[in-house]
Protein backbone atom coordinates (compact mmCIF):
# COMPACT_ATOMS: atom_id res chain seq x y z
CA UNK A 1 0.00 0.00 0.00
CA UNK A 2 1.27 3.35 -0.72
CA UNK A 3 1.38 6.72 0.98
CA UNK A 4 -1.48 8.20 -0.63
CA UNK A 5 -3.48 5.17 -0.41
CA UNK A 6 -2.52 5.02 3.55
CA UNK A 7 -3.78 8.74 3.13
CA UNK A 8 -7.28 7.63 1.54
CA UNK A 9 -7.53 4.61 4.14
CA UNK A 10 -7.04 7.47 6.98
CA UNK A 11 -10.02 9.75 5.40
CA UNK A 12 -11.93 6.82 5.68
CA UNK A 13 -11.93 6.43 8.95
CA UNK A 14 -12.36 10.18 9.84
CA UNK A 15 -8.89 10.39 10.25
CA UNK A 16 -7.98 14.07 8.44
CA UNK A 17 -4.88 14.12 6.11
CA UNK A 18 -1.77 15.99 7.32
CA UNK A 19 -2.32 18.89 5.37
CA UNK A 20 -0.18 22.94 5.36
CA UNK A 21 -2.60 25.41 6.44
CA UNK A 22 -4.56 27.66 3.95
CA UNK A 23 -3.34 30.69 5.88
CA UNK A 24 0.36 29.29 5.53
CA UNK A 25 -0.02 28.57 2.07
CA UNK A 26 -1.29 32.09 1.16
CA UNK A 27 1.42 33.86 2.82
CA UNK A 28 4.41 31.62 1.13
CA UNK A 29 2.48 33.07 -1.62
CA UNK A 30 2.32 36.37 -0.79
CA UNK A 31 5.63 36.57 -0.72
CA UNK A 32 6.74 34.29 -3.40
CA UNK A 33 8.94 36.76 -5.28
CA UNK A 34 10.50 38.98 -2.17
CA UNK A 35 14.21 38.18 -1.62
CA UNK A 36 15.69 36.37 1.07
CA UNK A 37 17.31 39.28 2.66
CA UNK A 38 14.23 41.49 2.33
CA UNK A 39 12.44 39.20 3.42
CA UNK A 40 14.43 38.12 6.56
CA UNK A 41 13.65 41.84 7.81
CA UNK A 42 9.92 41.29 7.97
CA UNK A 43 8.89 41.12 10.92
CA UNK A 44 5.12 40.39 9.74
CA UNK A 45 6.02 37.93 7.96
CA UNK A 46 8.02 35.89 10.28
CA UNK A 47 5.21 36.87 12.60
CA UNK A 48 2.81 34.86 10.82
CA UNK A 49 4.97 32.01 10.69
CA UNK A 50 5.52 32.16 14.42
CA UNK A 51 1.79 31.47 15.17
CA UNK A 52 2.16 27.93 13.31
CA UNK A 53 3.76 27.27 16.81
CA UNK A 54 2.31 26.64 20.26
CA UNK A 55 5.15 28.65 22.15
CA UNK A 56 5.49 28.09 26.09
CA UNK A 57 4.67 31.34 27.37
CA UNK A 58 7.26 31.25 30.77
CA UNK A 59 10.08 32.21 29.08
CA UNK A 60 11.93 33.41 25.68
CA UNK A 61 12.98 30.70 24.48
CA UNK A 62 16.89 31.28 23.31
CA UNK A 63 17.78 27.54 23.32
CA UNK A 64 16.44 26.03 20.52
CA UNK A 65 20.38 24.36 18.98
CA UNK A 66 18.97 21.34 21.37
CA UNK A 67 15.71 20.59 20.42
CA UNK A 68 13.69 22.89 17.57
CA UNK A 69 10.26 23.05 18.07
CA UNK A 70 8.48 21.40 15.77
CA UNK A 71 5.78 23.56 13.72
CA UNK A 72 2.09 22.49 14.28
CA UNK A 73 1.57 21.44 10.80
CA UNK A 74 4.68 19.10 10.90
CA UNK A 75 3.25 18.19 14.62
CA UNK A 76 -0.42 17.51 13.24
CA UNK A 77 1.47 15.50 10.39
CA UNK A 78 3.25 13.92 12.75
CA UNK A 79 -0.04 12.91 14.98
CA UNK A 80 -1.82 11.42 11.84
CA UNK A 81 1.40 8.75 11.04
CA UNK A 82 1.23 7.78 14.79
CA UNK A 83 -2.22 6.58 13.95
CA UNK A 84 -1.38 5.85 10.32
CA UNK A 85 0.71 2.96 11.75
CA UNK A 86 -0.99 1.90 15.14
CA UNK A 87 -3.99 1.14 12.82
CA UNK A 88 -1.99 -0.97 10.55
CA UNK A 89 0.34 -2.54 13.14
CA UNK A 90 2.17 -5.84 11.97
CA UNK A 91 0.86 -5.41 8.53
CA UNK A 92 2.25 -2.00 7.82
CA UNK A 93 5.75 -3.55 9.17
CA UNK A 94 6.11 -6.23 7.62
CA UNK A 95 4.58 -5.02 3.92
CA UNK A 96 5.58 -1.18 3.99
CA UNK A 97 7.77 -0.13 6.20
CA UNK A 98 10.56 -0.14 3.96
CA UNK A 99 9.25 1.07 0.97
CA UNK A 100 8.48 3.74 2.97
CA UNK A 101 11.55 4.21 4.78
CA UNK A 102 13.50 4.49 1.11
CA UNK A 103 10.96 7.09 0.10
CA UNK A 104 12.53 8.97 3.33
CA UNK A 105 15.86 8.09 2.35
CA UNK A 106 15.35 9.73 -1.41
CA UNK A 107 13.92 12.51 -0.05
CA UNK A 108 16.78 13.13 2.96
CA UNK A 109 19.44 12.27 -0.52
CA UNK A 110 17.99 14.89 -2.41
CA UNK A 111 17.69 17.75 0.19
CA UNK A 112 20.90 16.81 1.39
CA UNK A 113 22.60 16.79 -1.84
CA UNK A 114 24.30 13.18 -1.83
CA UNK A 115 23.21 9.46 -3.58
CA UNK A 116 20.29 7.78 -2.37
CA UNK A 117 22.65 5.06 -1.58
CA UNK A 118 24.94 6.83 0.66
CA UNK A 119 22.22 7.75 3.70
CA UNK A 120 20.47 5.77 5.95
CA UNK A 121 18.16 7.22 8.53
CA UNK A 122 19.55 7.12 12.13
CA UNK A 123 18.57 8.46 15.73
CA UNK A 124 20.85 11.51 16.15
CA UNK A 125 24.22 12.87 15.67
CA UNK A 126 25.49 10.52 17.89
CA UNK A 127 24.60 7.67 16.68
CA UNK A 128 25.40 8.26 13.07
CA UNK A 129 28.92 9.46 14.12
CA UNK A 130 29.88 6.86 16.62
CA UNK A 131 29.16 4.09 14.20
CA UNK A 132 31.95 5.04 12.03
CA UNK A 133 34.45 6.13 14.38
CA UNK A 134 33.43 2.05 15.75
CA UNK A 135 33.75 1.13 12.65
CA UNK A 136 37.03 1.55 12.39
CA UNK A 137 39.33 -1.23 12.52
CA UNK A 138 41.75 0.57 14.82
CA UNK A 139 45.42 -0.97 15.57
CA UNK A 140 47.68 0.11 18.30
CA UNK A 141 49.53 3.38 17.53
CA UNK A 142 46.79 4.70 14.73
CA UNK A 143 45.95 8.38 15.74
CA UNK A 144 42.68 10.66 15.20
CA UNK A 145 42.40 13.98 15.08
CA UNK A 146 39.33 16.02 16.71
CA UNK A 147 39.00 19.52 18.68
CA UNK A 148 38.67 20.12 22.02
CA UNK A 149 35.24 21.93 20.96
CA UNK A 150 33.91 18.91 18.94
CA UNK A 151 30.78 17.76 21.14
CA UNK A 152 31.11 15.50 24.42
CA UNK A 153 29.68 12.43 23.15
CA UNK A 154 32.20 12.11 20.40
CA UNK A 155 35.27 12.51 22.25
CA UNK A 156 34.26 10.02 24.77
CA UNK A 157 33.90 7.68 22.11
CA UNK A 158 36.93 8.38 20.56
CA UNK A 159 38.56 8.13 24.10
CA UNK A 160 36.61 4.48 24.28
CA UNK A 161 38.31 3.19 21.10
CA UNK A 162 41.74 4.77 22.37
CA UNK A 163 41.08 2.45 25.75
CA UNK A 164 39.68 -0.69 24.01
CA UNK A 165 42.44 -0.48 20.64
CA UNK A 166 45.41 1.42 22.12
CA UNK A 167 44.41 4.14 18.89
CA UNK A 168 45.89 7.73 20.01
CA UNK A 169 43.45 11.08 20.00
CA UNK A 170 45.05 14.41 19.19
CA UNK A 171 42.59 17.08 20.21
CA UNK A 172 43.95 20.74 18.56
CA UNK A 173 41.59 24.06 19.93
CA UNK A 174 39.77 25.71 17.12
CA UNK A 175 40.93 28.99 16.91
CA UNK A 176 37.72 31.67 18.41
CA UNK A 177 38.39 34.65 15.79
CA UNK A 178 39.96 33.32 12.92
CA UNK A 179 41.59 35.49 10.52
CA UNK A 180 41.22 32.79 7.22
CA UNK A 181 40.11 29.73 6.31
CA UNK A 182 43.59 28.86 6.04
CA UNK A 183 44.39 29.81 9.67
CA UNK A 184 42.09 27.02 10.57
CA UNK A 185 43.26 24.22 7.77
CA UNK A 186 46.57 25.31 8.86
CA UNK A 187 45.59 24.32 12.53
CA UNK A 188 44.09 20.95 11.63
CA UNK A 189 47.17 20.07 9.47
CA UNK A 190 49.83 20.33 12.09
CA UNK A 191 48.25 17.50 14.22
CA UNK A 192 48.33 15.31 11.21
CA UNK A 193 51.10 12.35 11.39
CA UNK A 194 51.95 9.65 9.12
CA UNK A 195 49.51 7.75 11.48
CA UNK A 196 46.34 9.36 11.32
CA UNK A 197 43.78 7.48 9.55
CA UNK A 198 40.97 9.77 10.54
CA UNK A 199 40.03 13.85 10.91
CA UNK A 200 36.85 14.45 12.69
CA UNK A 201 35.72 18.24 12.29
CA UNK A 202 32.43 20.54 12.97
CA UNK A 203 30.55 21.80 10.01
CA UNK A 204 29.23 24.10 12.78
CA UNK A 205 31.15 24.39 16.29
CA UNK A 206 27.94 23.77 18.37
CA UNK A 207 29.11 26.11 21.35
CA UNK A 208 29.97 29.11 19.85
CA UNK A 209 28.12 28.83 15.71
CA UNK A 210 31.55 29.06 14.38
CA UNK A 211 30.97 27.39 10.71
CA UNK A 212 34.21 25.32 9.47
CA UNK A 213 35.47 25.15 6.10
CA UNK A 214 35.03 21.50 5.09
CA UNK A 215 35.63 21.83 1.67
CA UNK A 216 39.33 22.63 2.42
CA UNK A 217 39.74 21.03 5.30
CA UNK A 218 38.40 17.59 3.53
CA UNK A 219 40.73 18.46 0.48
CA UNK A 220 43.56 19.21 3.10
CA UNK A 221 43.19 15.64 4.92
CA UNK A 222 42.52 13.54 1.60
CA UNK A 223 46.11 14.92 0.47
CA UNK A 224 47.19 13.11 3.54
CA UNK A 225 45.54 9.63 2.93
CA UNK A 226 43.15 10.60 5.71
CA UNK A 227 39.39 10.16 6.26
CA UNK A 228 37.52 13.05 7.19
CA UNK A 229 34.20 12.37 9.27
CA UNK A 230 31.76 15.67 9.73
CA UNK A 231 29.45 16.22 12.71
CA UNK A 232 27.05 18.23 10.83
CA UNK A 233 24.14 18.18 14.00
CA UNK A 234 23.82 21.99 13.50
CA UNK A 235 24.33 22.35 10.11
CA UNK A 236 22.03 20.76 8.18
CA UNK A 237 18.46 22.49 7.52
CA UNK A 238 20.29 25.93 9.01
CA UNK A 239 21.84 26.88 6.44
CA UNK A 240 22.32 26.06 2.53
CA UNK A 241 25.29 23.47 1.54
CA UNK A 242 25.30 19.71 -0.39
CA UNK A 243 27.13 17.49 1.52
CA UNK A 244 28.46 16.49 -2.70
CA UNK A 245 30.30 19.64 -2.19
CA UNK A 246 31.93 19.17 0.91
CA UNK A 247 34.47 16.49 0.06
CA UNK A 248 33.91 14.97 3.29
CA UNK A 249 33.91 10.67 3.64
CA UNK A 250 31.55 10.75 6.69
CA UNK A 251 28.68 12.66 7.62
CA UNK A 252 26.17 12.84 10.71
CA UNK A 253 23.21 14.95 11.66
CA UNK A 254 20.53 14.98 14.04
CA UNK A 255 17.21 16.16 12.22
CA UNK A 256 14.91 17.27 15.25
CA UNK A 257 17.24 20.41 15.67
CA UNK A 258 17.27 22.80 12.49
CA UNK A 259 14.90 20.82 10.23
CA UNK A 260 12.36 20.58 13.16
CA UNK A 261 11.13 16.70 13.05
CA UNK A 262 9.60 15.15 16.12
CA UNK A 263 12.73 14.15 18.46
CA UNK A 264 14.48 10.75 17.74
CA UNK A 265 15.95 11.19 14.20
CA UNK A 266 18.57 11.90 12.27
CA UNK A 267 20.86 10.35 9.23
CA UNK A 268 24.61 9.46 8.28
CA UNK A 269 26.05 9.66 5.31
CA UNK A 270 29.54 7.68 3.66
CA UNK A 271 30.33 8.24 0.60
CA UNK A 272 29.90 5.68 -1.96
CA UNK A 273 32.73 3.03 -1.35
CA UNK A 274 33.31 3.94 1.95
CA UNK A 275 30.82 1.47 3.68
CA UNK A 276 32.87 -1.49 3.17
CA UNK A 277 35.87 -0.74 5.21
CA UNK A 278 33.72 0.09 8.33
CA UNK A 279 32.43 -2.81 10.49
CA UNK A 280 28.91 -2.27 11.77
CA UNK A 281 27.73 -2.19 15.35
CA UNK A 282 25.34 -4.95 14.75
CA UNK A 283 25.72 -8.00 12.86
CA UNK A 284 23.39 -8.05 10.10
CA UNK A 285 24.02 -10.38 7.18
CA UNK A 286 21.18 -9.42 4.67
CA UNK A 287 23.19 -6.50 2.99
CA UNK A 288 26.35 -6.89 1.46
CA UNK A 289 29.46 -5.57 2.19
CA UNK A 290 29.57 -2.31 0.73
CA UNK A 291 25.86 -1.48 1.33
CA UNK A 292 25.01 1.30 4.01
CA UNK A 293 22.08 -0.24 4.95
CA UNK A 294 24.55 -2.93 7.13
CA UNK A 295 25.29 0.03 9.27
CA UNK A 296 21.70 0.64 10.47
CA UNK A 297 20.73 -2.54 11.74
CA UNK A 298 19.15 -1.23 15.19
CA UNK A 299 16.08 -3.27 15.56
CA UNK A 300 12.89 -2.18 15.40
CA UNK A 301 12.46 2.28 15.01
CA UNK A 302 10.02 4.34 15.99
CA UNK A 303 8.31 4.19 11.76
CA UNK A 304 6.06 6.69 12.68
CA UNK A 305 9.32 9.26 13.69
CA UNK A 306 10.52 8.73 10.60
CA UNK A 307 8.53 8.69 7.56
CA UNK A 308 7.50 12.24 9.42
CA UNK A 309 10.52 13.53 8.29
CA UNK A 310 9.00 13.64 4.62
CA UNK A 311 6.84 16.11 6.38
CA UNK A 312 9.12 18.21 7.92
CA UNK A 313 11.12 18.39 4.79
CA UNK A 314 7.80 19.71 2.96
CA UNK A 315 7.86 22.23 5.92
CA UNK A 316 11.24 23.33 4.62
CA UNK A 317 10.68 23.36 1.06
CA UNK A 318 7.54 25.63 1.52
CA UNK A 319 9.62 27.99 3.07
CA UNK A 320 12.73 27.89 1.58
CA UNK A 321 16.19 26.99 2.84
CA UNK A 322 17.56 30.52 1.91
CA UNK A 323 14.70 32.25 3.19
CA UNK A 324 15.25 30.34 6.47
CA UNK A 325 18.83 31.04 6.38
CA UNK A 326 18.40 34.57 5.71
CA UNK A 327 16.47 34.76 8.63
CA UNK A 328 18.76 33.04 11.30
CA UNK A 329 21.84 35.21 9.85
CA UNK A 330 19.36 38.51 10.34
CA UNK A 331 18.45 38.00 13.69
CA UNK A 332 21.77 36.70 15.12
CA UNK A 333 23.29 39.92 13.60
CA UNK A 334 20.48 41.78 14.92
CA UNK A 335 21.29 41.28 18.68
CA UNK A 336 25.12 40.45 18.20
CA UNK A 337 25.95 43.50 16.64
CA UNK A 338 24.74 45.79 19.64
CA UNK A 339 26.42 43.67 22.28
CA UNK A 340 29.80 42.72 20.13
CA UNK A 341 31.99 46.47 21.38
CA UNK A 342 29.61 46.77 24.34
CA UNK A 343 31.87 47.19 27.57
CA UNK A 344 31.86 44.33 30.07
CA UNK A 345 30.20 41.80 26.84
CA UNK A 346 32.12 39.22 25.47
CA UNK A 347 30.87 38.04 22.14
CA UNK A 348 32.41 34.06 21.60
CA UNK A 349 31.63 33.89 17.83
CA UNK A 350 33.69 35.33 15.20
CA UNK A 351 33.22 38.95 14.10
CA UNK A 352 32.86 38.22 10.70
CA UNK A 353 29.24 37.36 10.04
CA UNK A 354 29.63 34.86 7.23
CA UNK A 355 31.67 32.45 9.88
CA UNK A 356 27.79 31.81 11.59
CA UNK A 357 24.51 31.65 10.89
CA UNK A 358 22.18 31.40 13.51
CA UNK A 359 24.16 30.64 16.76
CA UNK A 360 26.10 32.78 18.70
CA UNK A 361 27.59 32.87 22.05
CA UNK A 362 27.91 35.60 24.92
CA UNK A 363 29.53 36.09 28.37
CA UNK A 364 29.60 38.63 31.09
CA UNK A 365 32.98 39.78 32.12
CA UNK A 366 33.54 38.16 35.56
CA UNK A 367 30.49 36.36 35.64
CA UNK A 368 30.90 32.48 35.93
CA UNK A 369 28.59 31.09 32.63
CA UNK A 370 26.21 29.22 34.79
CA UNK A 371 24.93 32.45 37.23
CA UNK A 372 24.47 33.94 33.59
CA UNK A 373 22.27 31.38 32.68
CA UNK A 374 20.30 31.23 36.12
CA UNK A 375 20.35 35.28 35.84
CA UNK A 376 19.00 35.21 32.80
CA UNK A 377 16.31 32.77 33.36
CA UNK A 378 15.28 33.84 36.63
CA UNK A 379 15.26 37.58 36.31
CA UNK A 380 14.87 37.78 32.78
CA UNK A 381 12.63 34.76 32.09
CA UNK A 382 15.02 34.13 29.15
CA UNK A 383 15.86 30.14 28.28
CA UNK A 384 19.57 29.48 27.34
CA UNK A 385 22.25 26.98 27.68
CA UNK A 386 25.87 28.33 29.51
CA UNK A 387 28.81 27.07 28.30
CA UNK A 388 32.36 26.51 30.39
CA UNK A 389 35.26 24.78 28.85
CA UNK A 390 36.97 24.03 25.47
CA UNK A 391 38.25 27.82 25.79
CA UNK A 392 34.56 29.05 25.59
CA UNK A 393 32.83 31.06 28.93
CA UNK A 394 29.19 32.09 27.97
CA UNK A 395 25.63 31.43 26.97
CA UNK A 396 25.25 29.74 23.54
CA UNK A 397 22.27 31.84 22.17
CA UNK A 398 20.37 29.86 19.37
CA UNK A 399 16.84 31.12 18.20
CA UNK A 400 14.38 29.98 15.37
CA UNK A 401 12.91 31.58 12.77
CA UNK A 402 9.79 32.14 15.54
CA UNK A 403 12.02 34.22 17.46
CA UNK A 404 11.00 38.12 17.53
CA UNK A 405 13.20 40.95 17.05
CA UNK A 406 11.20 42.50 20.44
CA UNK A 407 11.95 39.43 22.14
CA UNK A 408 16.18 39.64 21.13
CA UNK A 409 15.58 43.63 22.12
CA UNK A 410 14.88 42.21 25.78
CA UNK A 411 17.76 39.53 25.51
CA UNK A 412 20.15 42.72 24.86
CA UNK A 413 18.76 44.96 27.58
CA UNK A 414 19.66 42.35 30.06
CA UNK A 415 22.73 41.59 28.68
CA UNK A 416 23.42 45.51 29.04
CA UNK A 417 22.25 45.76 32.80
CA UNK A 418 24.41 42.76 33.55
CA UNK A 419 27.41 43.84 31.86
Same mark, same amino acid.
Given at each position: ????????????????????????????????????????????????????????????????????????????????????????????????????????????????????????? *?????????????????????????? /? %???????????? %??????????? @?????????????????????????????????????????????????????? /??????????????????????????????????????? /??????????????????????????????????? *??????? @?????????? %??????????????????????????????????????????????????????????????????? *??? @??????????????????????? /??????????
Amino acid at each position: MKKRDFLKSLSGLGLSVPVMGRNFERLLTEHEGVSPEALAKNEEFWGEIRSGYVLKPDYINLENGYYCITPQPTFNAFVENIKKINYHGSYYMRNDRFPENTEVRHALAKAAGCLPEEIVV *TRNTTESLDTVISGYDWKPGDEAVMA /V %QDYGAMLDHFDL %QAKRYGMVNKR @ISVPLNPASDEEIVEVYEKAITPKTRLLMVCHIINITGQILPIKKISDMAHKHG /VDVLVDGAHAFAHFDYKISDLGCDYYGTSLHKWLSSPLG /VGFLYVRKGKAKSLWPIFGDNGYADDDIRKLNHTG *TPAVHTD @ISILNALDYL %QKIGIEKKEARLRYIKEYWVSQVRDYPGILVNTPADPKRSCGIANVGIAKMKPGILGKTLLEKYKIW *TVP @IDGANVHGCRITPNIYTTTEELD /VFVKALKELA
